[in-house]
């Protein structure tokens, strides 16, 4: 990188400083406004702001502009418009304006509605987030200004992730505001949720991962045997980073940084092959636009360096999968951060009030914050020892659960458990201030200092859906706080109550242990939590009574919204594995039952072949390699057909019926298939094998 980090971040976005330079300082101020305080926006403020923002895109080689929106599909969507208009010397100007900046139009009928838009119902908006920076995107197409945008039908219901979320930040912000008031901070007008999302990928070289269909189609292998290593031998994990991961690491951190996205960390993760990159904290919108972006440049800077990024949660069996842990706190105005216990949390009431909060609401709507983080691809890691369980429940620590402890015992917190020093026996190194709490890396929503991180998201999810959830379950409970509060006659009394109250109805959502552990499969049970192990198993929740109440009283989702996304996530289900069955059959149709056929002939030709030649040579191990591999391959005939009906029959039915269908029907058919296969890679000869094995895959980079 021939330029200085510090010149190069955040060339290429319209962000604060950019608009200082660009706007008059009224209409600064005015936006400013708007997007701090929630104003209502100035169609002069935008007309201005569209002028300076297409000035600064087009100095910058712009030709194209898009309305860059979140569909329900999951990634990102975009229609560019050039910034051409007729003149009438019959040469062209450049014009953006102020309607063209905030209202876009794009066809809502193609993108997942859930019965909101009909085919022939084309109409949708686009409507400008002004608290997400515009910024520039370049590829072969040239460059072209993104404007983030939120997607809504020509009714009026939402069409993406985006406009939840941001409903659901409105919602939290009003009710933590109302709480810190009660507390005396009169300072405090607004509370923004905080969010960072680690993000976990495999790199493939590109050239093999174009060899196989069902990665090209799917995203993960649906066939493979595992190699004699994989990552037992935990020699991967924070190892020294290969130089062509390296190089394509180098790239994509500058492509970031011109984004202005604050990438930090990355690192060689537990798999081989398996990798992570982390950024620091940003609103949670914003954070999502970015996580948004780095998913998208991953996999073009992966192909610029021959290698494909795979995103998918689970892309090889027998290794560990990918996920993306959503960290989350909650920030005031004025810089506090909520979930900062200090020193002597048992002494920090307010922190206590809103811990408390968090573990209602985690409690109450474990339901919903499974959901969140449920798609097909995640059912094969949550509750399979390699991420959290699929059951909810939260870590909060040795201090913190002592300080909980004592509320419940005895009605008082008087102490808190300190972390002293950590002694490492070796004089040349330094003494180490030890926190006072262990991490639990088997926990889904653990506490970790000054923050929840939410582990549970898979890795090719949009984070919104996480947090719509979380921002939208504890805006609630604090509504109610704060409803209790503003009543009471002694609030200090009333608020110690409520803690207490508070936390020993709920008590039974921590958990302190390992997740993995088939006995608290059974102590979950026993408590009464709920263990939803699958995508379509949790669907439900989003449609009860209680999901319904909750969305509606915040004006996060109405019912129909709630119902045309339970629509769309059971569509999405059957898809993706009515995908992946048809791309099985055709592989096994197509190749391995040939590859295999082939083998065997020339085997069996072999073993006449030395017969003929000397009749009495010992020809049983052919012989018990041509039954092994003909016993095999009838086996993975009659799966073959098998899956094949399923399919068929699947494909007749709709909605909660077909995706059950899919789950417990179509999606063990597959494993039954693909069992007889992957032991016939091991039997067959390399050069006969049509596609390159998971060895060629996670070791060849």
């Known amino acids: 990188m021939a330029e200085k980090l510090t010149d190069i971040f955040g060339i290429d976005v319209f962000d604060e400083a950019t608009m200082m330079e660009s706007l008059p300082k009224r209409t600064f101020e005015a936006l400013k406004k708007t997007i701090k305080n929630g104003e209502d926006l100035d169609p002069q403020v935008a007309e201005i702001v569209a002028n300076a923002m297409k000035d600064w895109a087009i100095d910058r080689g712009a030709t194209h502009y898009t309305h860059w929106f979140q569909p329900m599909t999951g990634i990102t969507a975009e229609k560019h418009d050039s910034f051409i208009s007729p003149a009438p010397s019959g040469k062209i100007l450049m014009e953006f304006s102020g309607k063209e900046l905030i209202k876009g139009e794009p066809d809502a009928s193609s993108f997942p509605s859930g019965g909101l838009r009909a085919t022939f119902e084309a109409r949708g908006y686009t409507a400008w987030d002004c608290t997400s920076p515009a910024f520039l995107k370049e590829d072969a197409a040239g460059v072209t200004l993104c404007i983030p945008t939120a997607f809504c039908a020509y009714t009026g219901e939402a069409l993406d992730k985006k406009t939840p979320l941001l409903r659901s930040m409105e919602a939290i912000s009003k009710h933590a505001v109302r709480i810190c008031n009660l507390f005396g901070h009169s300072d405090v007008t607004s509370v923004s949720c905080s969010v960072g999302a680690e993000q976990e990928y495999f790199l493939v070289d590109r050239e093999n991962y174009l060899k196989r269909d069902d990665l090209v189609f799917t995203g993960r292998t649906l066939f493979g045997a595992m190699p004699p290593k994989g990552q037992e031998l935990d020699d991967h994990y924070f190892g020294s980073i290969r130089e062509r991961i390296a190089s394509f690491m180098k790239e994509l951190n500058v492509e970031l940084w011109k984004l202005g996205i604050l990438a930090k960390t990355q690192h060689n993760e537990a798999a081989p092959a398996q990798h992570e990159i982390a950024p620091i904290y940003t609103t949670a919108n914003i954070a999502t636009d970015h996580n948004q972006l780095i998913m998208d440049i991953m996999k073009k800077v992966a192909i610029r360096h021959g290698l494909a990024c795979l995103l998918h949660e689970k892309p090889f069996a027998g290794v560990n999968g990918s996920g993306k842990h959503d960290n989350w706190s909650i920030v005031t105005n004025t810089g506090k951060n909520l979930l900062d216990p200090g020193k002597t949390p048992h002494e920090n009431v307010q922190f206590l009030l809103f811990l408390s909060a968090i573990l209602k609401a985690v409690d109450l709507h474990a339901d919903l914050l499974r959901l969140s983080a449920a798609n097909p691809g995640n059912d094969h890691r949550l509750g399979a020892n390699e991420a959290p369980p699929a059951i909810i429940s939260v870590f909060l620590g040795e201090q913190l659960a002592d300080v909980l402890t004592q509320l419940i015992e005895t009605g008082e917190a008087t102490s808190s458990k300190q972390g002293g020093r950590l002694r490492t026996g070796v004089h040349t190194l330094p003494e180490l201030k030890k926190d006072a709490t262990d991490r639990n890396r088997t926990s889904p929503f653990a506490f970790t200092g000054n923050k929840f991180e939410f582990r549970m998201v898979g890795s090719s999810m949009s984070v919104a859906d996480a947090n719509t959830t979380i921002n939208t379950i504890v805006a609630d409970v604090l509504c109610d706080m704060a409803d209790e509060l503003e009543k009471a006659e002694d609030f200090d009394r009333a608020v110690h109550d409520l803690i207490k109250k508070t936390v020993t109805e709920h008590q039974r959502i921590v958990f302190n242990g390992n997740g993995y552990a088939d006995a608290w499969v059974e102590e979950a049970e026993r408590r009464g939590l709920p263990n939803l192990n699958s995508m379509v198993s949790a669907v439900p929740a989003l449609v009860s009574e209680k999901a319904i109440k909750l969305f509606d009283k915040h004006h996060v989702l109405t019912t129909t919204e709630l119902k045309s996304r339970v629509e769309v996530l059971y569509e ?64 993975a005939k009659v799966a073959l057909n098998n899956l094949t009906e399923y399919t068929k029959t699947a494909a007749s039915l709709e909605g909660e019926e077909q995706a059950n269908y899919f789950r417990n029907l179509v999606f063990p058919a597959m494993d039954e298939l693909r069992a007889p296969i992957d032991l016939l890679e091991t039997m067959v000869d390399k050069d006969v094998w049509p596609v390159p094995t998971y060895g060629d895959l996670l070791f060849e980079v």
């Open 572 to 635: 999405s289900y059957s898809k993706a594995i009515n995908i992946e069955a048809k791309t099985m059959i055709e592989m096994a149709s197509r190749m391995f039952i040939p590859a295999v056929i082939k083998f065997t002939t020339t085997l069996a030709n072999s073993i006449n072949a030395v017969k003929t030649a000397l009749p009495t040579a010992d020809v049983s191990v052919q012989t018990d390699l041509l039954a092994e591999t003909s016993t095999l391959l009838k086996q």
